[in-house]
């Protein structure tokens, strides 16, 4: 087994047989530098256009890369040994303030810690600018100080490149067969070498392009004595055959880009800099070294904080080559950000199905990227804007399949684009940040509304009806959806607001989200009142959906004031008698009974009511929501005999819904007329409509929702009434538990559930117990509602029969 680095130094190797060939010596002294490893310089690549054609002249360092100017050598008539160790080609610089990456340092050696008599080689994958060269340039680094024999670093974007600096370290390490005729016959001479050497080496190939190109030049080992490490943007199977195996190399962990970032400003004497946006400033930059390096020096040379360059990096109307510009890569990468980042979009392009590569990629840019479904990319929103596009930029055949978007979007993962990862239910597609942000301020201004708007309605077509069991797409869909609405351009509100911007709102509501939900409509409300006026209609369904969501956390204040004035908004513009007004005054009459104010709320309810009956009849559903909300307030005004029937109507109606087990209003008139058993002692009842309901919430929203937790506390309740206080207060201490998790400490409902939750401990003579609870309920009561609040007396006079139980249990005890 191969040991890891560092390797020791070996001054018992003799010098290799058959290093001398007939006809031929090693190459000058000049060739390559002969020093002790810490003073080892690399050496440029040989052009095998000019290889051992120009006698008299030796090899001269030169960069790799692109536009290098690489002079030919000569053999000289004398042979000399070769002086040990050597180092060839164009070895970058670490990086300052370079990141270790312990994590991925333990992955790496682990791979070659396996290798035994096959070759040991690790292909580094990655997308552009996650660190794949500077973590491979370590391990050369490593292996010099080490004293490793031959450390060679090939630029691999071009073979014929790979193939020339084979061919010239050939003749520096004197391989059999060498005879500088021949820049392919020199090339498989070194891999022979390498083969069998009992020399210690290292190869590294850096941004491997061509699995293909590379395959004949490989090398390989039988001896155990060396290492090929490997460095690539594409995921590309021929990579990794023969034994070779891939590491995924991804951006920074959060705390290694802050350690960079303090690191690096640190050690150039400005921690003043640092004031306490670091990890802010990495989270933005999406953890990427490139980007991070880029940021850095663009912080040294404008002397700015993280902070303010975090306003910046934010603000979208300055591009990413304006915050990330050319003259900021200190550490002589080669490439702007952007630039880097999209590098290999040619290549995706030409290997995807007749060009779809680049509209796909446009469309995953506009998206989350955390995770888009993989249900998108066969959607017919999807499908028919491909099919559609019929441009000099895009030449697609129609029809578009869905196999085609398959084939392109793997086609972007292999060139390290996007990842495409089927294992990531939901998330298959996922993207870097700073590459979407590339994509969309590379993508023509006239495509940008049109892809939004595909993106939309196909976030639209695979959003389930109603309420889903799987909460997770759910959170998904709604992340892709929240990235729409944040894109600069506002196109979801060109033309007409969009209706996945309200479905989006509505199911955070019904997912219980309800403060992402609250955060989600004052945006929705913002921009709508911005592109549509005060007065539109969606933006008084916005307005209305807001104070919907206050009226969910307890804020009844907030949510009364927008009521108000969206009820008088549509009276002035719509008149008293539309189906809309009626709507606006049912919810205002639910506000009121929050507020305790159930005389005002039966009045409306009542105006309600009759209109609904007038304008649509007894069948219609807006109709038994009226007869639902009537029986709440006739409950709590202690009308339970003018409850009951209403309720039964609305349960009898409900049940003819297809399936009524899957509708929630069902379940909820249900509950309604559990809690109008329960006024009228019938509890029997009331436990077997409750079981029912906690059954139904628990099947369709899952344990922790807090529909859930409301029927939980619903059948606490009749359990309580039955006398069955061990069971309430078991069920009860789940609800506050989940309340306080889901809704917070303060939300009503979570006082509502330690109000029970002490009556119940009373019940149970635990008073020690219930007096802090009651406590608390009181105080929160008189500060969120009032003195006067019904339920602000009810928490009195709880609180005043704990003491009463707890002076009474002092005095017999």
């Not at 060939?21 to 090693?26: D, T």
């Not at 962990?253 to 400005?270: I, P």
């Not at 040619?346 to 998206?367: D, K, M």
Request: with cysteine; proline share 5%; charged share 20%.
């Amino acid at each position: 087994m191969t040991p890891l680095w560092p390797w020791s130094r070996r001054k018992d190797v003799p010098a290799e047989e058959g290093n001398t060939v007939s006809g031929a010596g090693p190459v000058s002294e000049p060739d390559v530098k002969r020093l002790p490893p810490e003073q080892l310089s690399s050496l440029g690549s040989v052009s095998a256009a000019t290889y051992g054609t120009a006698a008299g002249r030796d090899i001269a360092g030169s960069a790799l890369g692109a536009g290098s100017v690489v002079a030919n050598f000569h053999l000289p008539a004398v042979a000399a040994p070769v002086t040990w160790p050597l180092c060839v080609g164009a070895l970058p610089l670490l990086a300052s303030s370079f990141q270790p990456r312990p994590v991925l340092r333990a992955i790496i050696d682990e791979a070659r810690s396996t290798g035994e008599d096959v070759v040991l080689a690790q292909v580094l994958s990655g997308g552009g600018g996650v660190g794949k060269s500077q973590f491979a340039a370590s391990y050369a680094h490593d292996a010099i100080r080490a004293g490793t024999d031959l450390v060679l670093w090939a630029s691999a974007t071009e073979i014929q490149q790979v193939v020339a600096l084979f061919a010239h370290t050939a003749r520096l390490v004197q391989a059999p067969g060498a005879l500088g005729q021949d820049v392919e016959a020199d090339a498989r001479a070194f891999l022979g070498w390498l083969a069998v050497t009992r020399r210690r080496w290292l190869v590294v190939l850096d941004d491997v392009t061509d699995p293909a190109g590379l395959a004949p030049w490989w090398p390989g080992v039988h001896s155990g004595q060396g290492w090929v490490l490997v460095t690539s943007r594409l995921q590309d199977g021929r990579l990794t055959a023969q034994g070779r195996r891939k590491i995924d190399v991804d951006v920074y962990t959060s705390e290694e880009a802050v350690a960079y970032l303090n690191d690096r400003l640190t050690a150039d004497s400005l921690p003043h800099l640092l004031d306490g946006a670091q990890e802010q400033l990495a989270h933005e930059l999406g953890f990427l070294p490139l980007a991070l390096g880029h940021a850095v020096a663009y912080l040294i040379n404008q002397q700015m904080t993280c902070a303010d360059y975090l306003k910046l990096l934010r603000d979208r109307e300055r591009s990413l080559d304006e915050v990330l510009p050319e003259w900021a890569d200190a550490e002589n990468y080669g490439r702007q950000v952007t630039a880097a980042l999209l590098l290999s979009r040619a290549g995706a392009e030409a290997a995807s199905p007749r060009g779809l590569a680049l509209p796909v990629l446009q469309l995953t840019a506009l998206l989350d990227p955390a995770g888009q479904p993989a249900a998108l990319w066969g959607s017919s929103a999807v499908l028919s804007y491909l099919a559609g596009l019929d441009t000099d930029e895009h030449r697609i055949p129609v029809p578009v399949s869905e196999s085609q978007v398959r084939e392109s979007l793997l086609a972007l993962h292999r060139y390290a684009l996007i990842t495409h990862d089927l294992q990531s239910t939901g998330q298959e597609v996922r993207i870097h940040a700073l590459t979407a942000r590339a994509v969309q301020e590379a993508t023509p201004h006239a495509l940008q509304s049109l892809l939004a708007r595909t993106a939309a309605d196909a976030l639209f077509e695979i959003w389930p009806d109603g309420p889903s069991p799987d909460r997770e797409f759910s959170a998904v869909l709604l992340a892709n959806t929240v990235t729409l609405t944040r894109h600069p351009g506002r196109y979801l509100w060109e033309s007409e607001t969009h209706e996945v911007l309200f479905h989006a709102g509505r199911t955070m509501v019904s997912s219980g989200l309800f403060q992402s939900a609250l955060s989600y409509w004052k945006l929705l409300l913002t921009v709508t009142e911005e592109k549509r006026g005060p007065e539109h209609a969606d933006t008084l369904n916005a307005r209305t959906s807001l104070a919907s969501t206050y009226n969910l956390l307890g804020q009844y204040s907030e949510a009364q004031l927008l009521q108000e004035q969206v009820l008088a908004d549509r009276i002035r513009m719509y008149g008293g008698d539309d189906p809309d007004t009626h709507t606006s005054r049912a919810y205002l009459a639910v506000t009121y009974s929050h507020l305790g104010d159930y005389e005002t709320a039966l009045r409306l309810e009542e105006q309600v009511l009759a209109a609904r009956i007038r304008t649509v009849g007894d069948e219609h559903s807006d109709t038994h929501w009226a007869w639902a909300n009537l029986a709440v307030t006739y409950n709590q005004l202690g009308r339970h005999t003018d409850a009951l029937p209403l309720c039964e109507q609305v349960l009898a109606a409900r049940l003819l819904r297809d399936p009524p087990e899957q509708d929630p209003d069902t379940h909820l008139a249900r509950s309604n007329l559990a809690a109008t058993y329960r006024e009228l002692g019938r509890h029997d009842e009331a436990l077997s409509l409750c079981e029912q309901v906690l059954a139904a919430y628990t099947e369709i929203h899952g344990e922790d929702h807090p529909d859930t937790y409301l029927a939980r506390a619903n059948l606490a309740g009749a359990h309580h009434h039955l006398g069955h206080h061990h069971a309430a207060a078991l069920l009860e201490e789940q609800v506050l538990t989940g309340r306080i998790r889901l809704l917070g400490s303060d939300h009503p409902d979570t006082h509502r559930a330690r109000a029970n939750l002490a009556v119940t401990y009373n019940k149970l003579g635990r008073h020690h117990d219930a007096l802090p609870l009651a406590e608390q309920v009181l105080a929160a009561r008189i500060r969120l509602l009032g003195d006067d609040h019904p339920h602000t007396t009810r928490a009195r006079d709880v609180l005043a029969s704990t003491h009463r139980l707890l002076d009474a249990s002092d005095t017999e005890a």
